[in-house]
């Protein structure tokens, strides 16, 4: 293990004196639950209290949902000019453009991740404001001028009505920011309900909008556990809509709950995102797009390429060289700037990790690199250590489940229909990428790929204007670009008769 490039201890980093007391977010003002529970949040890198939250149970949920119900069917957000709402969610941009350091510090110190990814994400977060606002000020309906001399049709678009937002703990702020200022753009009031292990920055947006002005009740935060917060969320009559990001198996579940009062649920769920080298890939490019692509996060991203589907002529090259690569990847203190990988989220979350590669070790794969814990001098918390597993059979649980941790599968092919076999052959279709230099073979394999997003000689690149989501157990429904907005709107239909031409029905 010597040989990987670990980065200790930042000395004198910035680490919190005492935890962080964090409230619920309910009709405008900030409280503590009624029974007075709260949660604690440990610093996975470092070890150290970061915060301590509220712990809300169904009364706060219920509360919360009251709020958003009376600013939806009683306030004047819906129904207000689109401009007053982009006007307020350019406000929120700015605030977070203003707060973004300490915005970054706490998710660092809440999820793991590193400083100067953190710092990344939130520009991107206040970015995602700003695109939701021009939407919100160019959404439209249709207007249909043909349906005879005394007939107009108008399609309008309103807003879904109560939508309940749950994330996850990976990307906490960017997820957040990929559902509310979408749902307040289309003019729909919320409930938002981060992930138990990192609400601080969730807690800090809450902050930004009262601060921006948003009316009362129109954002509404409940920190809590999936049981029991999300799940009234998503079984009360009176919210209209579930957003949730987080695992398929939760996603199923919410799906379930919410059957019964036919709300509109939208999906983004897990994902075994394969990259399909060609032999006459760039294996240089290839091979960096793959490293980022499997550690980013710590793996702990729904898009990490997990799964190389690699052709047989070139497989040993590529292995090589992302070994190589690997070893070189600056995995350590994620206060300190100059580190890539930052910490596992909880040690149990790590144990997982572990029991993957093991199985995937006694069933016959082979570990080229790593295959277990990190120690790094001066932090406690969990690591894991930059792995790559080779000769994966599609058979293996490891060559179609999320690992969620810095581990990479290789499997081979040899024809193009094996490799998109392969590709199709699990139940996530989140995202698939793609390395030839011949532009057929990638557009081929971009409409045959069963997959939200295609990359062709790139990985995880993303913009505002492009919808990301997911095919199969990936999840339903779309985020961003113009879809990120329509899904949280109904359309409806006007039918008018222009004058009184129409003959009687009864003579
Ligand atoms: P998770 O499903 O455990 O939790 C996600 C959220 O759901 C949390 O807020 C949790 O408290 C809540 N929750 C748990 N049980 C619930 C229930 N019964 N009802 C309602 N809410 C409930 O997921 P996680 O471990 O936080 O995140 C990791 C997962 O998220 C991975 O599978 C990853 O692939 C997925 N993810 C997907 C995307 C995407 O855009 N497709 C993005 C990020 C993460």
Redo the contacts with the bound molecule.
Sequence with gaps: MTDLSLIPALPGADLPAAPQRLHHWIGGAWIDSADGATSARTSPAHGVPVSVAARGGRAEAEAAIAAARAAFDAGDWPHGPASARAALLLKVADLIDRDRAAIAHLEVLESGKPITQALAEIAGAADLWRHASALARTQHGDSHNSLGPDMLGLVLREPVGVAAL??????PFL?ASQKLPYALAAGCTCVL?????TPGTTVMLGRLLAEAGLPEGVVNIVLG???P???V??TDPRVDMVS????????R??SA?AAATLKKVSL????KNPQVIFPDADLDEAADAIAFGVYFNAG????ASSRIIAHADVAGALVERVVALSRRVRFGDPLDPRTQVGAIVTPEHLDKIDAHVRAARDSGARVALGGSALNIDGLPGQFYAPTVVDHVRPDMPIACE?V?GPVLSVLRFESFDQAVALVNGTDYG?SAGVWSRDVSTCLDFARRARAGTVWTNTWMDGFPELP???FGQ??QGR?LGRYGLEEFQEVKTVTMRIGRTRAPWVS
């Design positions: 749950i994330t996850p703990w990976n990307f997820i309900k981060p992930s138990e292990l556990f999936g049981d917060v999300g799940e969320l998503a949730f990001t987080g695992s398929t198996a939760v996603g579940r919410i709950n983004e769920l897990g994902g702990e991203c729904c898009n999320e969620f989140l990301f989501g997911g990936s999840g985020e």
